[in-house]
Structure formats: C-alpha cells, structure tokens
C-alpha cells in the first residue's frame, strides 16, 4: 500500500478549528433573472442561476420510468447524476470572483473550455457528496458557492475535469489483484491531490479577502479531504 495522509480530523473539527472557512464571504444580494451577488469590503462574487433544462417536460422519477421514455441520453446522464431529483438543483450559468484591489479575478468561461455543466444543490451547504461525474462534463455541488469551503470544492471538481494525466475511470478499472488495487488507489489519490492543488492556485489571491487563513485552508484540504479519501481507501482494502 502506498503511504497514506496521517490524519483524519473530521467535519465537526474543520468546522471548530476553521470557522470562518464555512460563513458567507459576504452580503448577499439576490438580483433579478437569477442572479446573485456576494460582496464584502475587499470582493465580489457574481453569480447567475437558472432551472435546468431538460428536452422534455415530464421527467421520469426513477429508472423503471426511465425505460419507457425517448429521453435524450445527456438527459438520462443528469436525471441519474442528480439522483432523479432535478429541481433541487439550480445549473450554474454565470460565475465571476473579482478582487476590488487588485485585476485579479476568475471567471468560469474562462475555466470551462469544454463546456462543462455545474449544478447546485439549491441552498446547498453540505461540504461532503459534491462530484464531477466519472465521464460526462457534469459538476454537482452540494454547497452553493458562497463560503471560503464551498469555493474551495467548486475549484476543486473543475480541477477534475482539468486534469491532463488521469482518466478518472481508471482508478475505478481492473481491481482484481492486489498490484491492481495499489495502482488504482495512487492514481486515486494522485488525482485528488492535481484538483486540490488546481483549487487552491486558483483560489488563493483571493483568500485574504475572503478573510482566510491559509493554514486553515490547508487543515481543510489536506486533513479533512485528502483524509476522507485516504480513509475511503483503507476501509477498501481491509
Ligand atoms: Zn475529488
């Protein structure tokens, strides 16, 4: 087995030892048309939502549905992406971080070359169970893009559709001998480490106006997510 992250510090204790990690950045204010801003003294976030378009109306709820209908297969690959709930979701259509010091900014065209779909778990806070989808050009967050860790995520997910090395398929391949297992597992975490390391270099002109410690930032990514993973992987292989 290759050596793993040493520790695991949990949801409970990221949230204690780094709360300002978990609040809103800013104020917000909803806009018409979907939009949506958050703002503090040093930046903004600009943000567009909209419900998610399907090429029908009446959307099967569950698989056995699923068979008796025409359904588009990008349409199939959504419904089971978002657990058949769709209108949970909001597709982010718009996203732009933008210093007010400074040129600094991100915006998500800019990231997004390959046309990637992100959805948002509406009034989403949940830091664990956000996904970019193994083979499709689908994002799901589960917190809405409005706090440090949520940020942190939504950079990280696109980092996986980012990464030039690793087919996120193949960690999942072949894992019948124990050299199989080993290799799958350090491909695993080797393409968690690339999107961390994408979030944070994306991320990290903008952590002090976001009024983030980079050590806390650092405690999040590397103990409690690197760790889930490492984690995952030892209870796999007992
Ligand atoms: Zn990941």
Redesign the pocket.
Known sequence: MPKLEKKTISKEEVLKSAPQLFKPIGTETIRSGGRVEIENENLKISLRYEDIKFSVDNLPKNEEEMIQTNLHLSDRHILRFLNFKPDDFYELRYFLLENKNDCNQIELEEYDTRQTRIFVLKDGCDFDG???HSLEDYIRLNAEPKTVAALLIAF??I??KKDPNISMWDAFANRESEEDIERGNKKMLD??RY??AYSLSKLKPFLPGMNADLEEVNAFIHEH?LGT?SDFIKNNNQ
């Open positions: 956000s996904s970019a990280h997910e980092g996986h393409r968690e999107a961390w997510c993973y």
